[in-house]
């Protein structure tokens, strides 16, 4: 990102925090106000950054968008394959590529591993990031949890891994994260089922939802809903891993480890870009 992409980027972030913060509808006047631009020209920024309108965006906050989401844009893990890494329900121009540490290595708890790690403005609020020389082993939100929790629950997974403030190691591949131009690596630090549902989660397309259900189907743990569940939660690369795209089957929400909040913002500014590259309304 150049210096005014930065800007702007940063303009819109907190525009989206402002619209879901709100407890209801805000006019382009209030919102372009609030980041000190006039109308037109904040709309242009952000239905450059979002794919849409703020108008727009907030139609697809309303509490209903995750059962529309399960009715029309439910993704089976079979028919998502093709799809997600690669294909057209990527966020533009946004491709990932995950390597897994080994279960020997996962059982060290770390040891050994340096892990580097920095604080980012996204979308979605404040963005804990941290990862390895093989990539992101890390992404969290603090919005609703606070960055001291944010920062104990990440360190906690790895407790016996050195941890290094260096945000300058990892800017590039969170700007392209949630810039959505380039390529990221994803270091999975887990343990192997945890990793085998973390992996049919990124085979779910942007924009598309599926549920905890097929989730446990996919990875031959048909009757094992609740560790699947478990599992989910315990992602550590939220956003890039998408845990977020799983619902239940009623169409509720569920749990988000980062917030409930946080989850709704992303299902929301998914479907508005994937909707906007789709040619949608």
């Known amino acids: 990102m150049d210096m005014s992409d930065q800007y702007h980027y940063a303009v819109v972030a907190r525009a989206i925090r402002m619209i879901d913060a709100a407890d209801g509808p805000l006019s382009l006047e209030q919102l372009a106000g609030a980041m000190t631009m006039s109308p037109a020209h904040f709309q242009r920024v952000f239905s450059q950054w979002v794919g849409v309108s703020p108008k727009r965006y907030q139609q697809y906050l309303t509490l209903g968008h995750a059962k529309g989401l399960l009715a029309e844009r439910f993704s089976t893990l079979a028919t998502a394959d093709g799809v997600g890494l690669s294909g057209s329900g990527r966020l533009h121009d946004l ?38 020389d093989k990539g992101l082993c890390g992404l969290a939100f603090a919005a609703e949890t606070g960055p001291e929790a944010a920062m104990d629950d990440l360190c906690a997974r790895w407790p016996e891994a050195s941890f290094v403030e260096a945000p300058d190691k990892l800017r590039g591949w969170v700007e392209v994260a949630f810039g959505g131009r380039g390529e990221v690596p994803l270091f999975l630090i887990g343990r192997p089922l945890q990793i085998k549902v973390w992996e049919a989660l990124l085979r779910i397309p942007s924009g598309h939802v599926t549920t905890y259900t097929e989730l446990a189907r996919a990875t031959d743990s048909p009757k094992a809903v609740r560790a699947v569940g478990t599992a989910v939660g315990r992602n550590p690369i939220s956003f890039l891993i998408p845990c977020h795209r799983a619902l239940r089957k009623s169409g509720a929400l569920g749990g988000y480890h980062w917030g409930v909040g946080v989850k709704r913002a992303m299902l929301a500014w998914e479907s508005a870009r994937a909707d906007a590259i789709a040619g949608g309304p």
């Open 95 to 132: 491709f990932l590529r995950w390597e897994a540490m080994s279960p020997g290595e996962f059982a060290r708890a770390g040891a050994g591993l340096e892990i580097r790690w920095g604080w980012f403005d996204s979308p979605f609020g404040p963005a804990l990031a941290m990862g390895t």
